[in-house]
């Protein structure tokens, strides 16, 4: 079984931006759709934005505010996703996640990563 590992969480200030990478190892998981999530402390997971292996997105406008973008490249098994303007609400364990893409955007899936933890400071 495949495994996710997400890297780029660091501490960063606000108006910053930030870069998270999402590196798929393992069969069936680098030919998954992925999503990003995130979880601050005492509020639930959600969903910031998915991506099919073609390259179909859906992005949570809510949380996103039109400031993240997620990408990938296929050929190296990765996803991305571009953060700008971050701001102290922002701080929260990012993760990577894999699934069908409807499961990625209306349910819980079945593949994680271990997170990488994002801090904006005012």
């Known amino acids: 079984q495949g495994r996710l590992v997400e890297s780029g969480g660091r501490v960063v200030q606000a108006g910053d931006s930030l870069n998270l990478t999402c590196v798929a190892s393992?069969?069936?998981?680098?030919?998954?759709?992925r999503g990003w999530f995130r979880q601050a402390p005492g509020k639930e997971r959600e969903l910031l934005a998915a991506?099919?292996?073609?390259?179909?997105?859906?992005y949570s406008e809510k949380a996103v505010k039109g400031r993240f973008t997620m990408s990938k490249d296929n050929a190296k098994n990765t996803v991305y996703l571009q953060m700008k303007d971050l701001q102290p609400e922002d701080t929260a364990l990012y993760y990577c996640?894999?699934?069908?893409?409807?499961?990625?955007?209306?349910?819980?899936?079945?593949?994680w990563g271990q997170g990488t933890q994002v801090t904006v400071s005012a």
């Open positions: 996640a894999a699934d069908f893409f409807d499961t990625l955007i209306n349910g819980v899936p079945k593949y």
């Open positions: 991506i099919t292996w073609s390259g179909e997105t859906f």
């Open positions: 393992g069969r069936p998981l680098d030919t998954y759709n």
